[in-house]
Every structure is written in C-alpha cells, then in structure tokens.
C-alpha cells in the first residue's frame, strides 16, 4: 500500500487483447476473483463477503445455505462452482453450485446431502472441481480433519456423489 498516493483504491480488472477492464466499476461491486476457467469465466468472493461469479458479461451473485457468508473457491468449465457456506445456524458447509440443465436455473447445494448419511463424514469446504465433476476439499471424519474427493455417481447423475476416496490424501 502506498500512503503517499492521495487516493488509492483497489478494484477487480480483466487485461484482455492489451485493454484493462475495470470490472469494480462495471459492476459497482469490489470482489476477489479465486478461480478461473478455460472460458476466462472465474469465481471470487465479493466485498460482503459473498460469492459471486463473472461469466464475461455480468456478475451473478451466488448466494449462501441460509447464512451471511459465503466463499466460492473452484470453477470448472461447464461453469460449476464450489466454495464453503456458512448455514442458517452459522456452520459452514461445503457446497456445489450449478445450472439445472432442465430449467436452466442456477442452485447451490450442500454437498453433505449428495453423500450418504451414515458416511461419517461432515464436509465444510470444497476448494476445487475438475471437468469431469470430481471435487476436492477438507471436512472432519470421525472427529478429524481430514481431505476428501468426491466423484460424480457411475450414472453421470449430477444429483447425487458417490464418495470415492476420502481421508488422508
């Protein structure tokens, strides 16, 4: 930080075809990018501490699982995005946000309601997401913090993740 300059500011800016972009002014809206795709579509986490997505032409606002902060961390380029979640009781949770492809609707969703129940497993944060839908993060199994992937059910089905491998990795 330079405190000789009488006015600084910071701002989010996309340096495209040798032009910089301010996108804090064409938004109005101060955020952290965290992740980007091949598309050049990235997530971040805005200045109330909510997340949000730039897709090249606008910035969609995420939302939360009920709480007043949210931390988007990975996107793929299908324009998946996973992050953590505080919840309505203030407990964060891991989740995965994505288009339904029959309304075309974008949701967010706890990942801990796509693994099963008696799993062990309490998953608080997804840090990255790869093309074919695999998920990593850190969550607490059994009492401890442990790193966790979560794939994609055999059926290609996108409402429910079979746990494929989890623990220490």
Not at 39 to 67: H, M, P, R, Y
Not at 116 to 145: C, F, M, N, V
Not at 155 to 166: K, L, P, W, Y
Request: with cysteine; glycine share 12%; hydrophobic share 35%.
């Amino acid at each position: 930080i330079n405190r000789d300059l009488p006015q600084s500011r910071t701002f989010t800016f996309v340096w495209e075809k040798e032009k910089m972009t301010d996108l804090t002014a064409l938004t109005g809206v101060y955020f952290e990018p965290t992740a980007i795709n091949s598309a050049g579509d990235f997530c971040g986490i805005n200045e109330n501490q909510g997340s949000v997505v730039w897709t090249g032409e606008k910035l969609i606002e995420v939302g939360s699982l009920g709480g007043p902060s949210a931390r988007a961390w990975g996107i793929n380029d299908a324009g998946q995005v996973v992050g953590s979640s505080q919840d309505s009781d203030g407990k964060w949770k891991a989740f995965l946000w994505r288009k339904n492809v029959h309304s075309g609707q974008a949701k967010m969703v706890d990942l801990n309601r796509l693994i099963p129940a008696r799993s062990g497993w309490e998953l608080l944060e997804a840090t990255s997401i790869d093309e074919s839908g695999q998920i990593i993060g850190r969550g607490i199994y059994r009492g401890q913090e442990r790193a966790f992937r979560l794939s994609p059910s055999n059926s290609g089905d996108q409402s429910r993740i079979e746990q494929t491998t989890a623990g220490v990795l």
